[in-house]
């Protein structure tokens, strides 16, 4: 396999250059449906706000704070746990984390206490990362050629897994209760597990690593100080999930209130609006391998500015939610598609560093997101919300504007 010049070695890095086990579009399905059945667990609880906030005595104020401890979790995780691909078996670290994750899921489903109910989301947060594992794994089994579309049709499951764990997750809530939801995905996961187990190939590993795991993970560091390319789509995440997350953790505060007074369901349904960031994810894939990159993360990172728009106006107008969602999942899943095709090409044999290292940022936004919205529309009510979000946007577009010249515009064969 080709090296980038001024990549970092580890001894963990040299994957074999002809895949054992070609990606079909069978596989790819595979990797999409466990992505977005894994990824959905971080999101469950964002329709639930209102109900746990009220079972767990926690405070309109405070009670982004669910939201967050997952999102810090995944952050945890996704240091910790994702750069792992890069040195074993990934089709045992797969089915571990996610028998991991049915433990911790059934936690929370279980819990009797708010300190309970938050580790338990903090360990369900990091060990969906499982995610971004299968991510990386999909990518080291495309031919360079082809891996936009690889990881545009995995992440188009990971779209769908956001956007359905709303709806199931307020659909389950009103048939059986908010503690359904988390046992319910602990046995789909053990499912998933076995599935998996009897699906994936094995033996599909990096070498053993001079220096083991604490080499590893200080190499995930020395990447990040290495690569411009990589701090800055970074940085993108950062942003558009930082607005990302202040509409979807905040938006059931509005709806469940008079005059609306929505249910977990009918809350949770406006997650199907977002259905076209599914769309998104795999069209970008086809653009970043066209050679239009750039192109497609400034029309991206302008459509998320301009559908803050429509969602100031969710009070007056269901209509106006539903078309801004659309507009705002489009845009972010756009993006963040773009970001993981091009930073995941700088180094193929550390991809699992790579886009551990990236969405770290992602989490962090996610994070910073869902604890301001809460804490500002408690404040200050939905319109405050719609305009942290719009900042959050509006920064990003900046960014991209200032730092487009001198960027590569989309990945190379030879990185691959």
Avoid: K
């Avoid at 990549?7 to 999409?32: D, I, K, N």
């Avoid at 309109?60 to 996704?78: D, E, F, I, P, R």
């Avoid at 991510?135 to 897994?161: D, E, I, K, N, Y």
């Amino acid at each position: 396999m080709a090296r980038h010049p001024g990549a970092v070695t580890t001894g963990a890095e040299s994957l074999s250059a002809t895949p054992r086990f070609p990606l079909t579009r069978g596989v790819a399905l595979l990797f999409a449906v466990a992505c977005g059945t894994a990824v959905a667990n971080v999101y469950f609880a964002q329709p639930l706000l209102v109900t746990l906030g009220r079972d767990f005595s926690i405070g309109t104020a405070t009670v982004g704070a669910v939201v967050s401890l997952t999102q810090l979790g995944y952050g945890l995780g996704l240091f910790f746990l994702v750069p792992l691909g890069d040195l074993l078996d990934r089709r045992r670290l797969v089915v571990g984390q996610l028998l991991l994750l049915a433990a911790a899921l059934a936690a929370v489903g279980t819990a009797d206490n708010v300190a309970l109910l938050l580790v338990g989301l903090a360990a369900v947060g990091s060990l969906a990362v499982v995610t971004q594992t299968l991510v990386a794994f999909a990518a080291s089994l495309a031919p360079s050629a082809a891996r936009g579309r690889a990881v545009g049709l995995v992440t188009s499951g990971v779209v769908t897994g956001i956007l359905l764990a709303r709806t199931v997750s307020g659909l389950l809530a009103d048939l059986a209760g908010w503690r359904s939801v988390y046992l319910s995905s602990a046995a789909v996961a053990c499912v998933l597990a076995l599935t998996l187990h009897r699906l994936l190939p094995s033996g599909v590993s990096a070498a053993p690593a001079a220096g083991g795991y604490g080499r590893l993970l200080r190499s995930t560091v020395t990447l990040f100080v290495r690569e411009r390319l990589l701090r800055l789509r970074a940085l993108f995440a950062l942003l558009i999930f930082a607005a990302f997350s202040a509409l979807w953790s905040s938006v059931a505060l509005p709806l469940s209130a008079p005059p609306l007074s929505l249910s977990h369901t009918e809350i949770g349904a406006f997650g199907l609006a977002g259905a076209a960031g599914a769309l998104a994810a795999t069209a970008a894939g086809r653009l970043n391998d066209r050679g239009f990159s750039q192109r497609t993360t400034g029309i991206g990172l302008a459509l998320l500015t301009v559908s803050w728009l429509p969602l100031a106006l969710t009070r007056h107008s269901l209509w106006a939610l539903a078309a801004g969602v659309i507009v705002l999942d489009l845009a972010v899943q756009a993006v963040h598609v773009t970001n993981q095709t091009l930073i995941y090409a700088l180094h193929p044999e550390a991809g699992s560093r790579l886009i551990g290292g990236y969405m770290v940022f992602y989490s962090i936004g996610s994070a910073s997101g869902a604890v301001t919205a809460t804490a500002l529309y408690a404040v200050a009510g939905w319109t405050a919300v719609c305009a942290l979000g719009a900042g959050f946007s509006s920064l990003a577009l900046l960014l991209w504007a200032l730092t487009r010249r001198g960027t590569p515009n989309a990945p190379t064969a030879a990185a691959g």
